[in-house]
Nanobody, 129 residues
Framework: QVQLVESGGGLVQAGGSLRLSCAAS????????MGWFRQIPGKEREFVAS????????YYADSVKGRFTISRLNADNTVYLQMNSLKPEDTAVYYC??????????????????????WGQGTQVTVSS
């Protein structure tokens, strides 16, 4: 069992930056693919970024490419999301997720919320204009 706890959310002005952290416990997640998703009320959960256990496979949503960077430090069982040049439309609750893949999956597998087995409670990010 994996427990995930996000932190680092808050209120920031447009153009600013935030760094989200996702701390895992219960077992090592060095073999897990980790993802960040976001959701606003009334809408479906949206893929933001994902990273493989070895950090060799990284994917981003088109809406955040060039602005957000996902990374991980397996020694600390932690995944990060550096968010720069934030826009009001980035406002959402951001969730961290983990899945331990048993086989090779194509990239779009990791962009789908239902592919993930473990989720954090979320952290609010609000970007003011």
């Amino acid at each position: 069992q994996v427990q995930l706890v996000e932190s680092g959310g808050g209120l920031v002005q447009a153009g600013g930056s935030l760094r989200l952290s996702c701390a895992a416990s219960g077992r090592t997640v060095s073999d897990a693919a980790m993802g960040w998703f976001r959701q606003i009320p009334g809408k479906e959960r949206e893929f933001v970024a994902s990273i493989s256990g070895s950090s060799t496979r990284i994917y981003y949503a088109d809406s955040v490419k060039g602005r957000f960077t996902i990374s991980r430090l397996n020694a600390d069982n932690t995944v990060y999301l550096q968010m720069n040049s934030l826009k009001p439309e980035d406002t959402a609750v951001y969730y961290c997720a983990a899945v331990i893949p048993r086989q090779y999956y194509p990239g779009n597998y990791y962009m789908t919320p239902s592919s993930y087995d473990y989720w954090g409670q979320g952290t609010q990010v609000t970007v003011s204009s």
